[in-house]
């Protein structure tokens, strides 16, 4: 399996545990939705995953590396995992392209500007690759944040409640784009949701969360 994440338990404090024994896995190029309601541990559950908090118990691995066990834990910032947030978290001072190129720290120009075409082709944003966020719709902006996780290819992306600002409308159309662009890019990804039509219209497996604790699993069918 590409992911593993086994017998996770975690709590602010010792007495109010927010995820117990949450166990799964995953294949390579699988598209996990995580629904339950507010409080259920979805976001937490992605925190551990990216390294942004320490699990009491259990262990992760992606991509046959231990990211934490009772022995091991790698920093947040040596993981490679992209996330996308629910507000984008778009740099204002930047263009698209700069927003892009942000992750893609220590590559040499050729090779920085050669990934940047290629996302912007990707999420079919090369007209606008010299506008700034402010100047941009909230499906475009979106895209852009999809565009610089993907970027630095990271083994796993992560996704906070991504259509959480968007309208009715448009987020159908996104979840669509969405969906195509992970696939397209074979990409690994957990995305976190209330909303079971996002959950389904996006995911290949639903992960049912509930007090902490995995309810049950349902894998979607595509004809």
Known sequence: ???????????????????????FSMEEGEIVAILGSSGSGKSTLLRLISGLETPKKGRIEINQEELCNARTFIECEKR???????????????????????????????????????????????????????????GQQQRIALARALAPSPDILLLDEPFSNLDADLKMQIRHDLRAIMKVTNMTAIFVTHDYDDAQDIADRIVYLENGHIAHQETITRH
């Open 1 to 23: 399996m590409f992911v593993q994440i086994e017998n996770l338990d975690f709590g602010y404090t010792k007495f109010s545990p927010v995820l117990q024994n949450v166990s």
């Open 80 to 138: 490679n995992v992209g996330m996308v947030f629910q507000d984008y978290a778009l740099f204002p001072h930047m263009d698209v392209a700069q927003n892009i190129a942000f992750g893609l720290k220590g590559k040499n120009k050729s090779t920085k500007q050669k990934r940047i075409d290629e996302m912007l082709e990707l999420i079919s944003m090369q007209p606008r690759k010299h506008a700034y966020p402010h100047e941009l719709s909230g």
